[in-house]
């Protein structure tokens, strides 16, 4: 077999040391992955990386085996007409794992093919380790069974998790959620107006309808019409929808035919700028309303997918919440408007008052404070604490192959 080619490096980094293969299959798993790459640099300078990422993770130098966006698909009846492709890119990256032999294989979240992934390198005895625990504590629990020698060492980014596992046997080790270092809490509210030339008393709302290409097309309609009924009341409403540029085609194409054009903003520090000025959020589950929460950003969440993928969830489902800051909080902290209860009349009522009532939101607010304290890990940020644990893997797999030789 051909020995893959070296991945290029930023301008100044010569690496020259043992090969780290590294893998996120969405976007959230890339912004993990490059901050990742970046912390693991500081400790060991002469690191080389291969694997599968994003625009991300190749700035840092990541050549990426095949484009991220062939695995960002989500939904049990979603992923059934890409078996066949997904199998061939599993089959591709076993491949490259085996050609180039690393000293260490780091998979990042999307469990759905990470985990299949690990299990197949197995035989090769290459230390692994798993970054961000796959959520067996909200559905599907019996899958913890199947975890036992899939990896070295797992990385939570809930402080819930370690807890968790062990009453099944397996360690994992909390490192702090990234969200905390994502600079979500750093953004102007003054610059974003001035930029977009948005007047100060006009309400901003973000839209966050995902950052799966699977997952917005659900989602922008629904909205969509929701807006024209908050138009009516709210007449200078400016809607801010934040997307990964994976998918910015997909959503100009599903809001032009909104009756209120949304800013679209690709660009992270504009994002994070929108949330300074917005007075409100509706956003789909999942790690953004942890950015919002960071933030500090009112919001209520929503989310779709085809009706029997959502008949079978809500069989596995065991935890209370489905937003992620209300099972930070332990209650329902802010309201959640899932599959049916996601319609347009619906939306734009709790949407309204949300504007509405200062109340609901310093109470929201109160909540998030709590959740920020209790996403902050062990380190000076979840990166480099997870960059010491993956470090000390390294370095202790070094040790058994030189006292094997």
Not at 35 to 57: N, S, W, Y
Not at 293 to 312: D, G, K, Q, S, W
Not at 335 to 346: H, V, Y
Request: with cysteine; glycine share 6%; aromatic share 6%.
């Amino acid at each position: 077999m051909t020995q893959p080619s070296s991945s290029p490096v930023p301008a100044g980094i010569s690496p020259s040391g043992p090969t780290i293969w590294i893998m996120a299959g969405e976007a959230s798993g890339d912004v993990l992955g490059s901050r990742l790459m970046i912390a693991l640099r500081q400790l060991r300078p002469d690191l080389h990386f291969a694997g599968i990422g994003g625009e991300r993770m190749q700035a840092q130098g990541l050549q990426s085996l095949f484009p991220l966006r062939d695995l960002a698909v989500m939904g049990l009846l979603e992923v059934l007409p890409r078996i066949r492709h997904l199998s061939r890119r599993l089959d591709q990256a076993v491949g490259d794992i085996t050609a180039r032999r690393p000293a260490l294989v780091i998979t990042i979240d999307s469990p759905g093919f990470t985990l299949r992934l690990l299990r197949r390198i197995a035989p090769l005895s290459i230390p692994r380790l798993h970054y961000v625990a796959p959520q067996v504590w909200a559905w599907r629990e019996h899958r913890v069974r199947e975890f036992p020698g899939l990896w070295e060492r797992m990385l939570c980014l809930l402080p819930f998790e370690p807890e968790f596992f062990a009453r099944h046997g397996i360690e994992a080790r909390f490192v702090g959620h990234p969200v905390v270092q994502s600079g979500a809490d750093e953004g102007s509210a003054e610059a974003f107006r001035a930029r977009y030339g948005i007047a100060p008393d006009a309400p901003i709302l973000v839209l966050m309808p995902g950052s799966r290409r699977s997952e917005a097309p659900r989602l922008l309609p629904v909205f969509g019409r929701m807006l024209a009924l908050v138009q009516r009341n709210r007449p200078d409403i400016v809607p801010v929808v934040p997307v990964s540029p994976v998918i910015a085609d997909i959503v100009r194409a599903g809001v032009a035919r909104w009756p209120v054009r949304p800013l679209i903003v690709t660009d992270m520090h504009d994002k994070h700028d929108a949330f300074a000025a917005a007075s409100a959020a509706l956003t789909k589950s999942g790690t953004s309303t942890l950015e919002l929460a960071m933030a500090n950003v009112p919001m209520a969440v929503t989310y779709r997918v085809n009706p029997l993928t959502a008949a079978i969830a809500r069989r596995l489902i065991r935890v209370p919440y489905v937003a992620m800051v209300n099972l930070l909080a332990g209650h329902r902290l802010v309201p959640e408007l899932l599959q049916e209860r996601c319609t347009p009349e619906l939306l734009a009522a709790t949407v309204e008052r949300l504007l509405a009532d200062p109340a609901s939101r310093d109470l929201q607010r109160m909540g998030f404070a709590h959740i920020r304290a209790a996403l902050h890990g062990p380190g000076e940020s979840p990166a480099h604490a997870a960059a010491h644990e993956i470090i000390d893997l390294l370095e202790a797999g070094q040790a058994a192959r030189a006292g094997r030789a």
